[in-house]
Nanobody, 122 residues
């Protein structure tokens, strides 16, 4: 059974940084791409970033390019999202997700974490 557990969310001032972690278990981590998504109040969930199973390929939504960095440590079965220069528009519940293919993508994820709240105060 696949489990994804996020951590690292919290309250931060605008311009600050946070690093989210997603610990995975249940299937061979390096064979699975990982993604981060977010959902702000009253809005649909949106794709944020993805990373391939090897870590060589990454994908970002335009609004976070240059500010967020996705990474992974396959020896720890953990994915990360480093978020810098945060602003109020980044306030949302952040979810990590895993898909059965190794290639990075903004879709077709079949397992999801419970989410972690990120609040940016202006």
């Amino acid at each position: 059974q696949v489990q994804l557990v996020e951590s690292g969310g919290g309250l931060v001032q605008a311009g600050g940084s946070l690093r989210l972690s997603c610990a995975a278990s249940g299937r061979t981590f390096r064979y699975c791409a990982m993604g981060w998504f977010r959902q702000a109040p009253g809005k649909e969930r949106e794709f944020v970033a993805a990373i391939s199973g090897s870590g060589a390929g990454t994908l970002y939504v335009d609004s976070v390019k240059g500010r967020f960095t996705i990474s992974r440590d396959n020896s720890k079965s953990t994915a990360y999202l480093q978020m810098n220069s945060l602003n109020a528009e980044d306030t949302a519940v952040y979810y990590c997700a895993q898909r059965s293919l190794a290639s990075a993508s903004d879709r077709n994820y079949d397992y999801w974490g419970q989410g972690t709240q990120v609040t940016v105060s202006s």
